[in-house]
């Protein structure tokens, strides 16, 4: 795979020197590159030379004079310029083997790349981890990375992720010990299987590998309607038990759903410390609910408008406090709409799987003046949901304006547009 440019940045050197999107970077100074790690490298210069292949087909070299970490205002259309890693495993919990058949197709890539984790934060488990692997991370003293650990069990390992070479987890993140390599932990949590006794072995391994483990996250499996191998779902007892073991350890967190199921408040944000797998939902409601004190609202608006937030089940919790603090301004009406999921079935509640479908069902016979909804519900840089409609789709079916929240950790886009609607702004706190 090239090093395909996907666009540039306006004003950048890349866009005064007419780099466009289809055209590829071939070289740097002579170097090829096999993802974002070698580009950003050989990037570290005052003097560079790109060899360019243009869209047109032609080659150009390009001499470039800049600051030494001055970006160039390239990117790219995949961070990772030759063959991805694939996943070797079959994880008796992994959601991608469960979907069925017609999504978008990049709901069913399974990467298992450690470039990936580096530079994007995915989760890989070092069940492909080599040599080469290991001599390029520690001689660019590259990290952190994100690792699904599951369980330190070998044996259990090998069988929940059906790979042999799965019982080497302890063994490479010792080697990440004392080559100070730090990482992000993850756990999987399935009941009956690796929560328990086993999550406390698997919790002391962790522990004694110190400040390597940067954060250790723990995440109920997910089930849906179209899984058929009898994997229970973390009910209430599980989730209460699961959340006073991660108790008792150092930098452990369990993701909001985690508290949800088990009935309990979510934890103030000294739990979560620096929010380090929010991604995981490890900390996104709290995030949200702070970041939402420190919104300036107005006092009132010029003439009624009403909201409604068609939100996921899992994020309810938070909407309901803004919606309960919004409705206190006069002339603004907020409801709150969790969208029940048909599709995946009720255990599914996260609002990057809500399909177009169930949200038509939720919200054609509201009545208000803007439907409000997360962007995670539509894939990155686009608005298609998961199902293949896209957004305008939407709008056409319901006959609904919609505000999309491009930033789901934050309201600041929505209450910049009542401050704008509004007669007297006012700084008084939120809750």
């Given amino acids: 795979m090239p090093a395909a440019v996907n666009s540039v940045i306006k004003n950048s050197i890349a866009d005064e020197l007419e780099i466009t999107a289809g055209d590829e970077i071939l070289s740097i100074d002579g170097n090829k590159m096999s993802d974002m790690i070698d580009y950003n490298f050989y990037c570290k210069s005052e003097f560079l030379t790109l060899e360019v292949k243009k869209k047109s087909g032609g080659i150009e070299e390009i001499e470039i004079e800049k600051d030494y970490d001055e970006d160039l205002g390239i990117v790219f259309e995949s961070a990772v310029f030759d063959r991805v890693k694939p996943c070797l495993n079959k994880c008796i919990f992994c959601f991608v083997d469960q979907q069925p058949k017609g999504l978008r197709e990049t709901l069913y890539v399974k990467d298992d ?3 990936l984790s580096y530079l994007q934060g995915t989760y890989i488990t070092l069940t492909n981890f080599t040599e080469k692997d290991r001599e390029r991370i520690k001689r660019l003293h590259l990290g952190p990375f994100y690792v699904s650990i599951h369980t330190t069990n070998p044996d259990l390992r090998c069988k929940m992720l059906q790979n042999p070479n799965a019982g ?84 452990v967190c369990c993701s909001d759903e985690f508290f949800l199921i088990a009935e309990m408040d979510i934890p103030p944000k000294k739990y979560y410390g620096n929010f380090a797998q929010l991604d995981d939902g490890v900390g996104a409601i709290r995030l949200l609910i702070e970041d939402f004190k420190k919104c300036r609202l107005p006092e009132k608006l010029k003439t009624p408008v009403k909201f409604a937030f068609a939100t996921s089940y899992a994020a309810k919790y938070a909407i309901d406090k803004i919606a309960q603090r919004l409705n206190k301004i006069p002339n603004l009406t907020c409801s709150v709409h969790p969208v029940k999921s048909d599709y995946w079935g009720e255990d599914i509640t996260v609002a990057g799987l ?37 957004l305008d789709y939407v709008k056409k079916v319901t006959d609904k304006k919609f505000f999309v929240v491009k930033n789901i950790y934050s309201m600041r886009e929505l209450t910049e547009y009542l401050r704008q609607s509004a007669t007297k702004l006012t700084t008084h706190p939120i809750f």
């Fill in 113 to 115: 790349d450690y470039r």
């Fill in 168 to 251: 080497k987890a302890l063994e490479n993140l010792k080697w990440f010990r004392k080559n100070k390599i730090p990482f992000h932990a993850q756990i999987v949590l399935c009941p009956g299987i690796n929560d328990g006794k086993e999550l406390e072995r698997t919790l002391d391994d962790l522990a004694q590998l110190k400040n390597t483990v940067l954060s250790t996250a723990i995440v109920p499996v997910g089930v849906t309607q179209f899984r058929k191998d009898g994997l229970r779902r973390v009910d209430k007892k599980c989730a209460l038990q699961t959340i006073d073991i991660a108790s008792r350890y150092k930098r």
């Fill in 354 to 390: 809500i399909t177009s479908k169930d949200l038509i069902k939720t919200v054609q016979n509201l009545e208000a003046d803007f439907v409000v909804i997360p962007s995670v519900m539509l894939r990155a840089y686009s608005e298609d949901f998961l199902d293949g409609k896209n």
